[in-house]
């Protein structure tokens, strides 16, 4: 079971938009502004999406964005394209401790 | 541009231990304020940390595994390494190393190790 809680699908058609929830405790999600998110295509490496709660990586398209209130964190993507299909991870910094925990995962369809 | 690369063997018999190396080029692994950690992902499924290294040795791991982790680094080589020990079927996983700040920007390309006899 993962510490982060995020939907296991979601779907949209092409130009719609989708929003993935990742909620988590006060002690990650809901205590530090470094939740991240990740694309995963199938056999790739995931690939930095979101970071620090909604800023966007370089070459990242602005159809991207990322918000976050109280223990909940949210990626949106909107204009939906095909390539867009994959599997998305959120994470988040959780104290020195337990460090970085992460989502299950949700598998994004672009219908 | 910044490259993580894992190597190590991709077969590991049931109660031995998993070492992998991830070589940093492109860059220092003593760059300041970086972090470089392992993350693992069996098939089919999600991704799971197994821990964080500084390049002054501190370390930081998951704590449902961190009785079997070890995570050390060698500047001198601009690697780091992850060992992980009594591995069982559960082990099997791509293992992926990358850099760490408040989120992991850059990230191998992944390694399957598979576990069994």
């Known amino acids: 079971q993962s510490a982060l809680t995020q939907p296991r699908s979601v779907s949209g058609s092409p130009g719609q938009s989708v929003t993935i929830s990742c909620t988590g405790t006060s002690s990650d999600v809901g205590g530090y502004n470094y939740v991240s998110w990740y694309q995963q295509h199938p056999g790739k490496a995931p690939k930095l999406m979101i970071y620090d709660v909604s800023k966007r990586p370089s070459g990242v398209p602005d159809r991207f964005s990322g918000s976050k209130s109280g223990n909940t964190a949210s990626l949106t993507i909107s204009g939906l394209q095909a390539e867009d299909e994959a599997d998305y991870y959120c994470s988040s910094y959780a104290g020195t401790y337990t460090f970085v925990v992460f989502g299950g995962g949700t598998k994004l369809t672009v219908l | 541009q910044l490259q993580l690369q894992e190597s190590g063997p991709g077969l590991v018999k049931p109660s031995e231990t998993l070492s992998l190396t991830c070589t940093v080029s492109g860059g220092s692994i003593t760059s300041s304020g970086f972090y470089w950690g392992w993350i693992r992902q069996p098939p089919g499924k999600g991704l799971e940390w197994l821990g964080t290294?500084?390049?002054?040795?501190?370390?930081y791991y998951n704590p449902s595994l961190k009785s079997r982790v070890t995570i050390s680094v060698d500047t001198s080589k601009n690697h780091f390494s992850l060992k992980l020990s009594s591995v069982t079927a559960a082990d099997t996983a791509v293992y992926y190393c990358?850099?760490?700040?408040?989120?992991?920007?850059?990230w191998g390309q992944g390694t399957l190790v598979t576990v069994s006899s």
């Open positions: 990358a850099r760490y700040f408040s989120y992991l920007d850059y």
């Open positions: 290294i500084y390049h002054t040795g501190s370390t």
